[in-house]
C-alpha cells in the first residue's frame, strides 16, 4: 500500500517518523521535513513500516550517498545526508527518547572516520540462487561487493570472494543457505591479515568491538572516568566484559564477568570468570563467588548484548554498589532498563559513542552513583 508522508523526527533507531491521528509510520532513509511517497510492508495496531519509494520534497540536508548499495541495502541508515547530520540526529533521538529521565545534557563523542572503519562483516549466502550479500527489509539478499563501512584490508577481500563468485567454493561443502564472515585479525590497523570463516558463530573466538580506533577512544574514556570516581582498592565487576577490553586499563581488582569465556588480555588485575548472566541463578552464582574468595564489588561496569539487562534492579539491589557504568548498544535498553532505579541511583553523566557511524547504532554510556539514602 502506497503512502504519501511528510517525516516529523529521526527515532532511536534512524527511522523518519510519520505521524497521523490513524498510524505511526517509520521510513527509513528519509530526513525531518521530508514529503514524498513510501510503500507499506508491515502493519500492526496503528504502527506501520514503509519503504521508501519516493522523496518528492526533498532537505536541504541531503546528499548523495558514498556506497553504490545503500537504496538497497540495510546495513546503513545515514549516508543520505552529512556525517554533522547524523550526529544531531542520533543526539536529538537520544535526548527525545529519555524524556522522563532528569534533564541532562548528552556528550557525543564523533568517529573520526565514517566509512572505511568496521573490521568485520558478516554476509549471508544462497548457494541454489547464487546470492552473496546483506539481508535487505525483505529478508533478501543484496550483494554488497563495493561495501563502503569496511575497512581496506577487509574490502580487498570482499571484492575478491565476488570476484567470479570465487565465494561459491568456500561453502562448497556447506549447507544450501548459510553465513560467511570477512574479519581483519589485525583490527583495521593497516594490516592485510583477513581471514573468512564459513557457517562459525559470529565473532567466532570471541566478541571484540569492531570500530577499533572507537573502541580505544571509549577505552580510555571509561579508564579515566574509573580513576575520577573508583578508589584505588574498591573492586569492580566488569559484567558482560568479553575479554576484559573495557576494564584492561584500570589499576582495580577487577572481575571479568562473560558467558562466552574468551582469551583474556594479560594483565594481573583482572581475573575472569565464566558465567550466564541471563541465567535466573546468575547473581546466586555471582554472591558464592565470595567463598571462593572473589569479594563482593564496590562497582559495576555493565555492557550487555543489545537485549540489555532486564534485571538491573536485582544485580544492584544484592551488590548496593557505590556507582556503575552502563553501556547500552540499544537506547531503548538504557532506557527501559536503568529508569527504573533512579530512586536509588543518581544518573550524573551520558555519553553517546559513535562506534558505528553511517549506521543507527550507537553506544549510549550512563554513569551512576549510589544516593545517601540508599543505603
Ligand atoms: C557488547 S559486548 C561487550 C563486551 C566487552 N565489554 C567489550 O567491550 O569488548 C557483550 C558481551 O556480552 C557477552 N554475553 C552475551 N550473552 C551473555 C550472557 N547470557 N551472559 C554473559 N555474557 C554474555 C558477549 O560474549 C559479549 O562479550
Not at 508491515?42 to 522523496?55: D, I, P, R
Not at 589499576?251 to 558465567?275: E, I
Amino acid at each position: 500500500m502506497k503512502i504519501d508522508f511528510k517525516i516529523e523526527h529521526i527515532d532511536p533507531i534512524g527511522q523518519g517518523v510519520f505521524k497521523e491521528e490513524a498510524a505511526v509510520t517509520f521510513i527509513k532513509k528519509t530526513l525531518p521535513g521530508e514529503v514524498g511517497v513510501a510503500d507499506v510492508f508491515s502493519k500492526k495496531k496503528g504502527v506501520q513500516f514503509a519503504v521508501l519509494t519516493e522523496v518528492t520534497a526533498p532537505s536541504a540536508d541531503r546528499k548523495t550517498p558514498d556506497c553504490p548499495h545503500y537504496a538497497q541495502c540495510n546495513g546503513c541508515d545515514y549516508q543520505h545526508t552529512t556525517y554533522e547530520k547524523e550526529v544531531e540526529f542520533k543526539k536529538n533521538a537520544l535526548k527525545r527518547h529519555m524524556f522522563k529521565f532528569p534533564e541532562i545534557d548528552v556528550t557525543f563523542h564523533k568517529a573520526k572516520r565514517r566509512l572505511g572503519y568496521r573490521n568485520r562483516i558478516q554476509l549471508h549466502y544462497d548457494k541454489k540462487k547464487r546470492v552473496l550479500g546483506l539481508m535487505n527489509y525483505k529478508n533478501e539478499i543484496v550483494p554488497v561487493p563495493d561495501c563502503k563501512i569496511i575497512d581496506p584490508s577487509v574490502a580487498y577481500e570482499l571484492r575478491a570472494i565476488y570476484t567470479n563468485n570465487a565465494w561459491l567454493r568456500l561453502v562448497e561443502k556447506e549447507p544450501a543457505k548459510g553465513h560467511l564472515e570477512l574479519y581483519s585479525k589485525d583490527n583495521n590497523l593497516g594490516g592485510h591479515n583477513v581471514k573468512v570463516s564459513v557457517n562459525r558463530p559470529y565473532a567466532n573466538g570471541g566478541f571484540t568491538q569492531v570500530n577499533s580506533e572507537m573502541n580505544e577512544k571509549l577505552r580510555h574514556w571509561v579508564e579515566k572516568k574509573a580513576a575520577e570516581l573508583i578508589p584505588h582498592k574498591a573492586v569492580v565487576y566488569d559484567l558482560f566484559g568479553g575479554n576484559g577490553n573495557l576494564s584492561v586499563k584500570f589499576r582495580n581488582p577487577t572481575l571479568v564477568v562473560d558467558k562466552y569465556r574468551t582469551t583474556p588480555q594479560p594483565s594481573g588485575h583482572q581475573k575472569f570468570y565464566s558465567l550466564d548472566l541471563y541465567d535466573p541463578n546468575a547473581i546466586k552464582k555471582l554472591i558464592a563467588l565470595k567463598a571462593e574468595g572473589y569479594p563482593r564489588p564496590n562497582w559495576l561496569i555493565i555492557d550487555p548484548p543489545r537485549s540489555g539487562l532486564k534485571n538491573l534492579n536485582e544485580f544492584l539491589n544484592e551488590f548496593k554498589p557505590d556507582g556503575f557504568i552502563f553501556i547500552a548498544c540499544e537506547a531503548t535498553s538504557f532506557t527501559r532498563d536503568t529508569l527504573g532505579i533512579l530512586n536509588n541511583y543518581e544518573l550524573k553523566s551520558v555519553e553517546i559513542f559513535d562506534l558505528f557511524p553511517s549506521t543507527q547504532h550507537f553506544e549510549t554510556i550512563g554513569i551512576f552513583t549510589r544516593r545517601p539514602n540508599n543505603a
